[in-house]
T-cell receptor, first 114, second 114 residues
Framework: SQKIEQNSEALNIQEGKTATLTCNYT??????LQWYRQDPGRGPVFLLL?????KEKRKERLKVTFDTTLKQSLFHITASQPADSATYLC?????????????FGTGTKLQVIP | NAGVMQNPRHLVRRRGQEARLRCSPM?????VYWYRQLPEEGLKFMVY????????ESGMPKERFSAEFPKEGPSILRIQQVVRGDSAAYFC????????????FGAGTRLSVL
């Protein structure tokens, strides 16, 4: 069956360091993968999308990699700040019920310690 | 361009009452998704609608739950005869027809069943 795995344990990191979050998947052949941020009490917010033919995508302090051989995406936040503390969700597209369905992982909670 | 609007933000119902959750998608978006989220848990897909059509309701309980997205007006998620287990945050997201992969979320409706 299709599965998306994100580390369910919270990631605690010191301010200024690089945070790296992992998204692994099985039985998907996604054309693209997305990352979202969710703050407590709020809806997720789209951050980045990376296509299967792109190895890496950057946006300001964010970097996403996508390895379709390893079936893994890494999400990096460089020079992390306390304001980066949130839950980060990866989302994958897969064919389901005749349409391209986006499915979300359960998310990893990031805590940046001042 | 206003974002996805959900109302009410908080809804309190007694067991057996009906709950109606509304979602106005972003302007120009014709695809709407409803998700449910329990505290400290991931987003659980419920239903995907396009204008006047239900595309995928595989995540929605067969009984007591219904959803619609009429030609005019907001999308409605309706829960009849609510039970305590229905207490959760319900998020709506919308996406444009093309590309329809990035989802834009509302702030959610927090339903509490007494």
């Amino acid at each position: 069956s299709q599965k998306i795995e994100q580390n369910s344990e919270a990631l605690n990191i010191q301010e200024g360091k690089t945070a790296t979050l992992t998204c692994n998947y099985t039985n998907y052949s996604p054309a693209y993968l997305q990352w979202y941020r969710q703050d407590p009490g709020r809806g997720p917010v789209f951050l980045l999308l990376i296509r299967e033919n792109e190895k890496e995508k950057r946006k300001e302090r964010l970097k996403v990699t996508f390895d379709t051989t390893l079936k893994q995406s890494l999400f990096h936040i460089t020079a992390s700040q306390p304001a980066d503390s949130a839950t980060y969700l990866c989302a994958l597209e897969g064919t389901s019920g005749g349409y391209q369905k986006v499915t979300f992982g359960t998310g990893t909670k990031l805590q940046v310690i001042p | 361009n206003a974002g996805v609007m959900q109302n009410p933000r908080h809804l309190v119902r007694r067991r057996g009452q009906e709950a109606r959750l509304r979602c106005s998608p972003m302007k120009g978006h014709s695809h709407v998704y409803w998700y449910r989220q329990l505290p400290e848990e991931g987003l659980k897909f419920m239903v995907y609608l396009q204008k006047e059509n239900i595309i995928d309701e595989s995540g929605m309980p067969k009984e007591r739950f219904s959803a619609e997205f009429p030609k005019e007006g907001p999308s409605i998620l309706r829960i009849q005869q609510v039970v305590r287990g229905d207490s959760a945050a319900y998020f709506c997201a919308s996406s444009p027809p093309n590309p329809k992969n990035i989802q834009y979320f509302g702030a959610g409706t927090r339903l509490s069943v007494l």
